[in-house]
């Protein structure tokens, strides 16, 4: 059995370390909603869309063995540019990836001895239409069962290229993940074994978490009463 008692060794910052932010938007409303009458009440609410901006090394405790174990491969394997920014907010780190380095990367990450990210738990899809060059981001979530620790993968596509390199060759569990996330947002996995639908049915227009997607819908019924679809209910403006 592996020693794990060093590995899981807590950074000299306090976890509840707030990185600084960069707007990258505006929100209006509840929700963000675009395209139709605000229906929640709740018009009036604006906050600004803010992402972390890169931290500096040191980070402390193990967030700087895997940073410079990570830039060392990448640069042996011949991926000198594949990391970009590092982000460490709140006791996560996240590393912003070039996405034509991507596969590449994620081969290091699962076999490089120091690292050992064996298992992808998730790939998650993010929308952020004024982001410009960089509207669609893939968020990939991996842990190190050899040495207990969890990092992000951090890679954007513009909406007018949404393409991303799978990496269901390397972890297969990111086959149905992929398949949500193209389904949601319309980012779409080069060379995935079967890039198709997940939720919606095979003939559905557009890509419904996209901040761009019409409200529509369908009346919803109860006994004796109609909820109309949400781009047909009474605005609160």
């Known amino acids: 059995m592996t ?10 910052l306090n976890e509840e370390t707030v990185a600084p932010a960069n707007v990258v938007g505006h929100r209006t409303g509840m929700f963000g909603v675009r395209g139709s009458g605000d229906t929640s009440g709740y018009g009036g609410l604006q906050r600004s869309v803010e992402m972390p901006t890169g931290s500096e090394p040191p980070f402390g405790g193990w967030y700087d063995e895997v940073h410079s ?26 590393f912003h990836i070039r996405r034509e ?45 050899t040495h207990n620790r969890r990092i992000r993968l951090e890679v954007t596509a513009p909406d007018t290229d949404p393409h991303i390199p799978s990496v269901t060759a390397t972890y297969p569990t ?30 559905w227009p557009g890509h419904p978490q996209r901040k761009d ?7 919803v019924e109860y006994k004796g009463a109609t909820i109309p679809p949400p781009d047909q209910r009474r605005s609160y403006n």
């Open 3 to 12: 020693d794990q008692s060093n590995d899981t060794s807590l950074p000299a």
């Open 69 to 94: 174990a990570l830039v060392e491969a990448a640069t042996a394997a011949g991926l000198p540019d594949a990391v970009g920014s590092v982000v460490l907010d709140r006791g996560e780190l996240t």
């Open 101 to 145: 380095d991507l596969q590449g990367l994620v081969s290091l990450l699962r076999d490089e001895e120091r690292l050992r990210f064996e298992f992808l738990s998730g790939v998650s899809g993010v929308h952020y239409p004024e982001d410009t060059g960089k509207e669609l981001h893939a968020v990939y979530h991996l842990l190190s069962m």
């Open 174 to 203: 990111a086959d149905w993940h992929e398949r949500e996330t193209w389904d949601m947002f319309g980012i779409i996995f080069d060379g995935h074994p079967a890039l198709t639908r997940i939720l919606m049915p095979d003939d």
């Open 213 to 219: 997607y019409p409200l529509g819908g369908i009346p």
